[in-house]
């Protein structure tokens, strides 16, 4: 009977382990998990950063929802958000990959034309925003001969602004996509087309649900980027006049003259809760469909 014998890690191995798990846990914690329960903790005080803590239970979450008008605009634009970027700017990506894929002639010139703004900050978005949609010197008032003031006006900036971020989305998206596409067995592609499928047919039923796994991560991607968006706003007008954000207003309470910790944490734990909540759901139902 043969005898199964652990490997015995020399005290060197237990050295490496023990440092590299033990930095990669501490950072982890340290700005991680630290921050998030101590946003948690801190959403249920009055604290300003200077006087003692004291605890208001869940007064904070009760003025965001009955006293402070920015909330709702700023929930409101999140959802928006998150939505174009879902619904619009991400099967877009996919389909500039699917185009990819086929090799037609001059990819790599468009590939590279769309991943370009891929590398750009969400603040040079936003700049480049300003010089395409402003009212004086914008770039499209002055070839259309409008006089729009598409940054100006509440009814009309969250759109440009979100097809601003689009752009840059749909790059992340397309490079995603076709590094899976570029995985799928041809033999599956071959094996649909002699079964008489067309090229759409064979996309929906036989490519893209083996590509589950990247549409999980494009998923994570695409809320992370909706919800944290930050950057683009406030280098436009600071996240006001109809751009308002759950993060400027985070931003705005903590850090800004306001100086409310606890009522800008209160804001910050209904940020998590939103993002956790889209990927929590997504995941337990992809899960059931695997078991």
Known sequence: MTRLRARRHSTRDVIVLTVGLGIAITVNVAFIWGPTLASVALSGTDWNGISELR????????DLATSYPPFWTAVRNNVLWLAFLGLVATPFGLFCAVLLDRRIRFSRIYQGALYMPVVLS????????????????????????????????????????????????????????LAGLKAVDPALKEAAAIDGASETQAFFRVVFPTLRPINVIVLVITVIEALRAFDIVYAINKGRNGLELLSVLVTENIVGEASRIGFGSAIAVVLLVISMGFIVVYLTQLFREER
């Not at 598409?150 to 996509?177: C, E, F, K, Q, T």
């Open 122 to 177: 969400l603040a040079v978005v936003g700049f480049i925003a300003q010089l395409v949609y402003s009212q004086d010197y914008g770039v499209l008032n002055a070839v259309t001969g409008m006089g729009t003031d598409w940054l100006g006006d509440p009814s009309v900036n969250i759109w440009v602004v979100m097809v601003a971020a689009a752009w840059r989305h749909v790059g992340y998206v397309m490079i995603i996509y």
């Open 55 to 62: 605890w208001v239970g869940g007064e904070n979450y009760h």
